[in-house]
């Protein structure tokens, strides 16, 4: 039997639970069902258009998780309209008003039953304790509008209705969800949502499509995510972007915050990571670039922590550990300083390993270390072997001689003359022979100064660009800002959030 053979009443109902990504091409298809979809369509419109880009800053509360999924239990049809999810509400208190004679579902226990109903429909939690767990979303509620308490059950519980999520901003408090953390319950629940969604099969499945992970929480030293609390989610099958603020990693020191990779047989499919405002060590790095052979893109600038958390940083042993891991993969890469209290402990010295790579930004000082080769060490646990000649800046060695021959863009950030006159110059000395030689496919070279040209002469002498960043002059931005991939990753993620304390 064709389909246009059936009973007018059968093809409506074929309509009406045609999914959203199917409904326009089979409303398409002919002019008979394009007539009988009138209203289907209408409504296929208005739910694109309202639920896409789904947020919890609702009218009368802030981070109201919970009125999404009253939504959804009244029209179940809303989960798999949400494509874009921003779970982390930025607003004051003073800025949320609230109408006393507005519908507050809240108050109608028929429509609090039908969310509770709404989760024992949901795969996730077909074996859990349905009661246990709307005690916990309920609990939360009833914090109302506390900065300090996130609606976590609540979120799991919506992560788990969205088949066709595809950008995520967690909720501030998400860092809670890691071991020995107030959230640990949290991380079985989500480790089996995510195992869930990487199984197999035909079935539409929660977060099978979410690609991005947003940053959720501010800058500042006083902010600190522990990495482990995403890990997770970077192992689901589509993922393919993470960009992160104030995420730590870091093994050894007693207030660092260290990350593993909880199933060695499991690998990531990541193939672009940007750390903003982060602390890590090559061990804590390590652990997530030995589980991420797809990566192309990486991108991290360093800030200092609480109690001087990586006070001394090492970026010579940053870049060995990308180099173990993802020399071949990576084509794209940018290593800056947004906030360093102490010394560069090893600086970079050679890129040769990484034979793909075509983009590269850097700040100056992050030369400023003796090579690892060396054995020497600055810092607070400064080393110089016996018999060793202490490192200079002079001894930085030409850019143009760390470069493979694939580069095809190299930008430079300085706050010429700091950290001092010798390494730019070091740093660029060659570069107009090295370009003719072995660097042919180099046709960008910049040297981006704050607030200053006082290196023009450096630029001009060796053929370089040099580009000023002042900012805006009437909000000025901060050398943080400089890079040109910080500037990039502020517009994406709808822009970095600077604190003034709060710790994490």
Not at 78 to 86: C, G, M, P, R
Not at 156 to 169: E, I, T
Not at 321 to 328: H, I, V
Request: net charge negative; glycine share 6%; aromatic share 8%.
């Amino acid at each position: 039997m064709k389909l246009l053979d059936l009973p007018p009443e059968i093809l409506d109902l074929i309509i009406d639970r045609t999914p959203p990504d199917g409904i326009e091409g089979f409303a398409l298809s002919c002019k008979t069902v394009y007539g009988r979809a009138a209203f289907q369509i209408q409504h296929h419109n208005h739910l694109k258009r309202t639920w896409t880009h789904t947020t919890n800053a609702s009218p009368s509360r802030r981070g109201d998780t919970l009125a999404i999924l009253y939504h959804i239990s009244r029209d179940p049809i809303i989960a798999e309209y949400i494509e874009s999810l921003y779970l982390w509400d930025r607003r004051a208190e003073d800025e949320v008003g609230d109408d006393p004679n507005a519908y507050n579902f809240r108050d109608d226990e028929t429509a609090m039953e039908n969310i509770k109903g709404l989760l024992c429909f949901a795969e996730h939690f077909a074996n859990a304790d349905n009661d246990d767990w709307w005690r916990q979303i309920l609990e939360e509620d009833k914090a109302g509008d506390q900065s300090d308490m996130d609606k976590l059950h609540a979120t799991v519980a919506l992560l788990s209705l969205l088949p066709n999520l595809k950008k995520l901003q967690l909720p501030d408090r998400w860092h809670e969800v890691r071991h020995n953390e107030g959230a640990e319950e949290l991380v079985p629940h989500v480790q089996a949502l995510v195992s869930m969604s990487n199984t197999a099969g035909n079935r539409r499945k929660p977060l099978a499509k979410l690609e991005t992970i947003l940053p959720f929480v501010e800058e500042g030293y006083d902010v600190r995510v522990g990495l482990q609390c995403l890990e997770p989610f970077i192992v689901l099958k589509n993922l393919r972007s993470l960009y992160a603020v104030s995420c730590v990693a870091v093994e050894e020191d007693w207030g660092g915050i260290p990350f593993h990779w909880s199933n060695p047989t499991v690998s990531s499919w990541l193939t672009r990571v940007e750390f903003a405002c982060c602390c890590m060590d090559a061990s804590g790095l390590s652990a997530l670039l030995a589980h991420t052979p797809a990566l192309t893109v990486f991108k991290y600038s360093h800030q200092t922590k609480w109690d001087g958390l990586e006070f001394d940083w090492n970026a010579g042993e940053i870049l060995e550990a990308l180099a173990n891991y993802c020399s071949e993969s990576l084509v794209d890469i940018a290593i800056t300083i947004d906030q360093l209290h102490g010394e560069v402990v090893n600086g970079l010295s050679s890129f040769l390993r990484f034979r793909n790579l075509e983009q590269l930004e850097v700040d100056v000082e992050c030369f400023c270390g003796p090579p690892l080769e060396s054995g020497q060490r600055q810092g607070r646990e400064a080393l110089v072997p016996i018999g060793a000649e202490k490192w200079r800046h002079m001894d930085i060695p030409c850019v143009g001689d760390m470069l493979p021959p694939s580069m095809r863009e190299l930008q430079v950030n300085t706050s010429f003359p700091e950290p001092s006159e010798d390494a730019l110059e070091a740093l660029f000395k060659n570069i107009v022979d090295r370009r003719r030689e072995n660097l042919r496919l180099l046709k960008t070279a910049i040297i981006r100064q704050y607030r200053s040209s006082l290196a023009w002469d450096i630029a001009r002498k060796h053929g370089v660009i040099l580009e000023i960043f002042d900012g805006d002059t009437e909000n000025p931005r901060p050398r943080s800002m400089m890079p040109r991939w910080k500037r990039e990753f502020d517009s994406l993620v709808g822009g970095i959030v600077f604190a003034d304390g709060g710790g994490r």
